[in-house]
């Protein structure tokens, strides 16, 4: 990818799933990467990205960033009449005001330095209505406004974007799904099959390098073409 070799790359949630795959693909371009995780290692700082405070803790030690790739998610299959408050608040605060809280963080730096990309992992569920998910699709759906509005009032000088996987072959998927579910998923969407973690990486690496410099307030679907029907039926679930 062009421009990229030689950046420097913050991904929260980079120990797993997507955001380890877009890890490595960034490493493997060329760039230095720094991770926010709550789980130590290699190239990790520590992070709860929903404690504003850890996250200024961990910016603390990056002076500065060219890309934030805003990945840390939590979801929990749940009947929405029995989410509660503990429940609701967690999927909040990680996967909508952790998001908001890491991007301000990285934009104090990106827009003192004069310029920088920050990409968010939204969701499908973001767009259309998914059962047994109702406060992951809310948060999905808050990044995908939140995308819009910090487009806005950080162009020219900060890029914001939003990828919206469909389902996607990660550990937390197979966690909440049984096979049986998963092959379920798969008739359903006209390519057969969950993307790989990988394939979103490479759609990350793309918005972030120069050959992309002309996307910004953008919301790029990737789901095999699950959405691009009228309907969207069965049991729905998160695809980060």
């Known amino acids: 990818m062009k421009g990229l070799a030689g950046r420097k790359v913050v991904v929260t949630g980079g120990t797993s799933g997507i955001g380890a795959a877009t890890a490595q693909r960034f490493r493997d371009e060329g760039c230095e990467v720094v991770i926010l995780a709550r789980s130590p290692g290699p190239d990790v700082i520590t992070c709860d990205v929903g404690d504003r405070a850890q996250v200024e803790r961990a910016f603390a030690r990056i ?3 060219d890309v934030l790739v805003d990945n840390a998610g939590v979801s929990l299959r749940s009947a929405a009449v029995d989410i509660g408050e503990e429940q609701w608040d ?6 909508l005001s952790g998001a908001f809280w890491t991007a301000q963080a990285a934009a104090s730096r990106m827009l003192a330095d004069g310029g920088g990309v920050i990409l968010f992992t939204a969701s499908t569920n973001a767009l259309v209505g998914y059962r047994y998910y ?3 699709n809310a948060t999905k759906a808050g990044l995908v406004a939140l995308t819009k509005s910090l487009a806005l009032e950080w162009a020219p000088t900060i890029r914001v974007n939003a990828v919206c996987p469909g389902y996607v072959l990660t550990p937390m998927q197979e966690a909440e799904y ?9 008739r359903r969407i006209p390519l057969g099959r969950h993307a790989t973690p990988e394939e979103l990486a490479g759609l990350f690496a793309y918005l972030a390098c120069d050959e992309a410099a002309y996307f910004t307030g953008s919301v790029i679907v990737m789901d095999g073409g699950e959405t691009a029907g009228s309907v969207v039926s069965g049991p729905g679930g998160p695809g980060a």
């Open 63 to 65: 002076d500065s960033l």
């Open 90 to 95: 967690q999927v909040v605060a990680t996967n």
């Open 134 to 136: 109702a406060d992951y």
């Open 178 to 186: 049984t096979p049986e579910m998963l092959e379920q998923v798969n």
